[in-house]
């Protein structure tokens, strides 16, 4: 609503610029190059990668010039409107809602370098697949020790813009329930397993089905035995585990010999012959043309499985957009 109205935007970009003017008096910014910039609002509708994360970050950056706006908007807009920014108006002045969007701000913030990632076209597999392994454990790490912090955090922000601060020690009073049908638990209760840790561990549950291990230890090994920017990812141990995926063609007395030949592929191939290749189809095509296919059997077995699964990095980036 805020961001979609140009007048609107001038408005907040005016309550926003004597919200930085009052915070230079009191000492609580400092002038600096890439201080004190001019933040905005997605406008309805704006989904664009990491633009969530952005959004709910600027919303609490800029809380008190937007609360500034819709006070503006209550005492001269139309009916209609003026009925909207009472609500937007009545909702943001509530420790729930304002705890919601810190939570989701910073459950956002652990994922949002896995967006990044995975909208650049040239996508960097292995990267990728350990920001995944470190976003799980930020994740299970906040879950366990991060409420606390948040509800501190969430506290001085109230208090700040003169909110009441939810007694944690009551029983919840949900909405629309009959008085008759008290609940037995407290409010706090309904912070930590309704909303923080249902929440976490659903993120958790997305990651973990669309990324399990052996869907990660796959992406990694094919992402090692790529031969673009010239074998930078080549890592033995990976291309090892990929290949113990495939027990009925690489069993255990051939892993041996397949260690052996990979340590004496790579040496021998990172000469101008298999300089700037593009992918698997370039590899295999240049292991043909130099009768290094007959050299290195269990390498051009190990590639020619990854010419027939070419979705690998599509199935990635995917996985990723249902989970976001």
């Not at 005492?75 to 989701?104: M, P, R, S, W």
């Amino acid at each position: 609503m805020v961001g979609d109205s140009f007048k609107h935007r001038d408005e907040l970009r005016e309550s926003q610029e004597e919200e930085i003017e009052e915070a230079l008096r009191k000492g609580e910014l400092e002038i600096g190059r890439g201080l004190n910039q001019e933040l905005g609002l997605a406008r309805d509708g704006y989904t664009r990668w990491g633009s969530h994360y952005k959004s709910f970050n600027n919303f609490i950056l800029m809380f008190g010039p937007i609360i500034d706006v819709f006070d503006a908007i209550v005492v001269n807009a139309l009916f209609e409107e003026k009925c909207k920014a009472k609500g937007y108006l009545k909702a943001c002045l509530t420790f729930e809602v304002d705890f919601i969007f810190h939570f989701i701000r910073n459950v956002l913030a652990v994922t949002s370098e896995l967006n990044a990632i995975f909208q650049n076209k040239k996508q960097d597999i292995v990267n990728a697949m350990l920001l995944v392994g470190f976003a799980k454990e930020r994740l299970q790490l906040m879950r366990e020790e991060g409420l606390d912090s948040l509800i501190s955090e969430v506290s001085k922000f109230c208090i700040k813009y003169d909110i009441s601060i939810t007694k944690f020690d009551e029983l919840y009073d949900i909405i629309g329930r009959s008085r008759r049908k008290v609940v037995d638990y407290t409010v706090l209760h309904h912070y930590r397993v309704g909303v923080f840790r249902k929440t976490i561990d659903w993120q958790l549950q997305e990651l973990n089905s669309r990324f399990d291990e052996v869907t990660i230890e796959f992406l990694l090994g094919v992402a090692c035995l790529n031969p673009v920017n010239s074998f930078s990812s080549f890592n033995i141990e990976k291309i090892l585990i990929l290949a113990n995926l495939y027990p009925d063609d690489f069993d255990k007395y051939s892993m041996a010999d397949f260690r052996f030949q990979l340590e004496n592929y790579i040496v021998q191939d990172h000469d101008n012959k298999f300089f700037d290749l593009n992918g698997f189809g370039d590899l295999s095509k240049k292991l043909v043309e130099t009768k290094k296919y007959a050299t290195y059997p269990l390498v051009f077995r190990l590639v020619k499985f990854a010419l027939l699964l070419p979705v690998a990095t599509t199935t990635v980036e995917r996985a990723f957009s249902a989970i976001s």
